[in-house]
C-alpha cells in the first residue's frame, strides 16, 4: 500500500488481495479452519485450530493496520479489545490512569473485575506525574463530552515515567486521528460505531507499532477465547470501503447542525471540537485530521431530553453512534455520570438540510 495514497483511496484497497479474474475482490468469510496439525512438519499451520487465526480475520487486520499505521488484532468487540489489553498488560497492585469522563464501561471494568490502583482524571488535564504509573489510558475525544488531550505531550511524559499509553480512538477513527503516530504504545477501538458505520456490526481492536505486543495480545486472545466471528469480519471489511465517505459527509453535517443548535435557547451547552468557540479546539485543530460526526448537547433535563428525541423524525433513539442514521442518546439513563439532559448526537449522512430542519423542528417542539 503506498503512504502518498490518500484515506479514500486507502479505505477502498487495504487488506485486499490482487484482483483474479471471475473472482470476487473482496473474498467470502471464511467460517472454518482443519483442526489439525500439518503432519507431514510436524507444526502447526496459521490456520490449525479457528481460534488462533482465521484469514478473514487476517485481511480486516491488514486492513485497519494500513489505517492505524501499526499492527491490528481483531476482537469480536470494543470491550473484549480494552479488556484483553488491560489484562494483558497490568497485573495485580500496578497503576493505571484512565479518564474519568471517559467510556464508563471502561471504568467499570477495571474498578470491579481488576485488582488494580486506578487514578481518575478528566481528559483535559491537569495530569499527574505518572511516576509508578504501569499503563495510562486515554480517550480523546472523549465519551461523550468530546474533550480532548495532547496525546504526544502525554506520551512524552508517560514514557519518561516508563509506563505504556493506550488512546481509545472510537470517535476519531484513523482517518480523524492516528495515535501511534504520536508516539501511543496502543490504539484501541470499538469498530461497531463509525469504523464499520452501518449499526450491523459487533467488532473491535488493538493496534500497535510493537510486533512483541501485538503477539502478547494475540496470545491473549487465543487463550481467553475473545475471537470475532467470521462473517462480522467480512461484514466490517466490506464496509471500510465507504469510510473515507462517511466521515467526510458526517462530518460536514456535524459542522451544519452543532453551529444551529448554538444559536437554539432550548440548548444549554453545545460541544463539538470542531467549533472555534469550544475549548477542546486548538488541540483538536492541532492534533486531529477531521472533526467527528458526533455533537453532544445539554438540555434543560431528562424529561426535555427525551422529549426532543421522540419529535424528531430523522433521530432516533439509540445508544450506539457513528452509523448511516442519526441517532440521540441520553446518556445519564445507563448510569453515566452525566447531566440528565445531555444528548450525545450520532450524526448520520442525510442531507444537512434536512437534518438542520428537523433537528430545530424538534427543539421548537419542546420549548413551547
Same mark, same amino acid.
Given at each position: ?84 489489553? #488491560? @489484562?494483558?498488560?497490568?497485573?495485580? &497492585?500496578? /497503576? %493505571?490512569?484512565? !479518564?474519568?469522563?471517559?467510556?464508563? +464501561?471502561? *471504568? ?108 502478547? #495480545? @494475540?496470545?491473549?486472545?487465543?487463550? &481467553?477465547? /475473545? %475471537?470475532?466471528? !467470521?462473517?462480522?469480519?467480512?461484514? +466490517?471489511? *466490506? ?117 438542520? /430542519? ?8 419542546? +420549548?413551547?
Amino acid at each position: 500500500m503506498s503512504q502518498d495514497w490518500g484515506d479514500g483511496t486507502r479505505c477502498v484497497h487495504s487488506g485486499h488481495s490482487e484482483p483474479v479474474v471471475g473472482e470476487p475482490l473482496l473474498a467470502g468469510p471464511v467460517f472454518a479452519t482443519a483442526y489439525h496439525l500439518d503432519g507431514a512438519a510436524g507444526r502447526a499451520r496459521p490456520d490449525y485450530y479457528a481460534r488462533a487465526g482465521n484469514p478473514t480475520w487476517r485481511a480486516l487486520e491488514a486492513a485497519i493496520g494500513e489505517l492505524d499505521g501499526g499492527e491490528c488484532v481483531l476482537f469480536p468487540s470494543g470491550m473484549a479489545a480494552i479488556s484483553t489489553l #488491560l @489484562r494483558a498488560f497490568l497485573g495485580s &497492585g500496578d /497503576a %493505571v490512569v484512565v !479518564p474519568s469522563d471517559g467510556y464508563f +464501561a471502561t *471504568r467499570t471494568f477495571i474498578a470491579e473485575e481488576m485488582d488494580v490502583s486506578v487514578r481518575e482524571v478528566p481528559t483535559p488535564g491537569p495530569w499527574p506525574d505518572f511516576t509508578g504509573v504501569r499503563l495510562v489510558l486515554l480517550e480523546t475525544p472523549s465519551n461523550p463530552w468530546l474533550d480532548v488531550c495532547d496525546i504526544r505531550s502525554l506520551v512524552d511524559s508517560a514514557h519518561a515515567a516508563g509506563a505504556l499509553v493506550a488512546v481509545d480512538n472510537t470517535t476519531a477513527t484513523p482517518l480523524g486521528q492516528r495515535p501511534l503516530a504520536l508516539g501511543a504504545d496502543f490504539v484501541v477501538a470499538s469498530d461497531s460505531k463509525a469504523l464499520t458505520g452501518h449499526s450491523d456490526v459487533l467488532l473491535g481492536h488493538v493496534s500497535t507499532v510493537d510486533h512483541a505486543l501485538a503477539e502478547r #495480545l @494475540r496470545k491473549a486472545r487465543t487463550l &481467553g477465547g /475473545a %475471537v470475532p466471528a !467470521p462473517f462480522e469480519t467480512w461484514l +466490517a471489511h *466490506r464496509s471500510l470501503g465507504t469510510l473515507d465517505l462517511r466521515l467526510a459527509r458526517q462530518s460536514e453535517n456535524a459542522a451544519a447542525l452543532a453551529e444551529a443548535l448554538g444559536a437554539h435557547p432550548a440548548v444549554r451547552k453545545v460541544r463539538w471540537p470542531g467549533l472555534p468557540e469550544d475549548p477542546a479546539h486548538e488541540i483538536a485543530r492541532e492534533q486531529m485530521r477531521r472533526f467527528p460526526g458526533v455533537v453532544t448537547i445539554e438540555l434543560a433535563d431528562a424529561a426535555t431530553a427525551d422529549r426532543f428525541v421522540a419529535a424528531a423524525r430523522l433521530v432516533s433513539a439509540a445508544t450506539s453512534f457513528g452509523g448511516l442514521h442519526s441517532t440521540g442518546d441520553r446518556r445519564a439513563q445507563w448510569g453515566d455520570p452525566v447531566p440528565e439532559g445531555l444528548v450525545r448526537l450520532s450524526v448520520g449522512v442525510e442531507d444537512a438540510n434536512d437534518l438542520v /430542519a428537523d433537528v430545530i423542528q424538534a427543539l421548537d417542539a419542546v +420549548a413551547t
